[in-house]
């Protein structure tokens, strides 16, 4: 059983909650169990069977797909007031992961049994609605990633990942590589021509992007 300051803070994150009435909520969380997770731990891996259904109050969750030589691809993240559709499809098909989840912030999740997850499902529209609106964002998400894939350009995709991100960018170059599922020897290449083009200036595990406009305007061709 939760306490009843982490049931509120689940309430404010997850405010479709609210409509359960307090005893039933009050039992499907009798079940749940509260972790924290420092960060870079494994939360899910390929194969695994799901544990249950995660409702994160805190930290984000990277989700990648792994090759066996080690390099990465990311597709997407599950912030705060969020959860992760493949634990949504495994929980509804029965099936077991095809992708890694790794802690990027040190996490605090509520973690459901799949029993509650089945039942909030059933029984509470406006979960039901938050589960299948979050399966339709992250497909029109997976969509734009495999567009971007097979149809940009490396250097396209950079300058794109780059100007979403806040300036100055504090990160290395290897995780600019896992996020854009390369190898870090490119990216940092690519970095140095952005550089040379006066587009962006690079420090140690900092970049500073110095003609937002250009760098904009060459992800867009």
């Not at 990160?171 to 083009?197: M, P």
Request: neutral net charge.
């Amino acid at each position: 059983m939760i306490d009843n300051d982490t049931k509120e803070r689940l309430l404010q994150q997850y405010p479709m909650l609210h409509e359960l009435p307090a005893a039933k909520l009050d039992g499907l969380l009798a079940a749940a169990s509260v972790m924290q997770l420092p960060a870079g731990t494994v939360v899910f891996d390929e194969n695994q069977p799901c544990q249950g259904f995660p409702l994160l109050l805190s930290g984000s969750i990277r989700v990648i797909k792994a090759a066996p030589s080690g390099r990465e691809l990311q597709l997407y993240r599950v912030l705060s007031g969020e959860s992760c559709i493949l634990t949504s499809s495994c929980l509804l098909g029965h099936t077991r992961y095809q992708a890694r989840g790794i802690a990027e912030q040190a996490l605090e999740i509520v973690l459901l049994p799949a029993s509650a997850f089945h039942t909030l499902l059933g029984s509470c529209e406006a979960f039901r609605n938050y589960v299948f609106h979050l399966f339709s964002d992250r497909i029109t998400d997976l969509m734009q990633l495999v567009s971007a894939v097979a149809f940009q350009k490396l250097d396209q995709r950079l300058a794109k990942l780059l100007i979403k991100k806040t300036n100055p960018i504090h990160i290395t170059h290897q995780a600019l590589a896992d996020e854009l599922g390369s190898a870090r020897e490119i990216v940092s290449r690519l970095l140095k021509g952005f550089a040379e083009q006066g587009w962006v200036k690079l420090g140690r595990e900092q970049i500073d992007i110095t003609n937002a406009p250009a760098l904009q305007g060459f992800a867009e061709l």
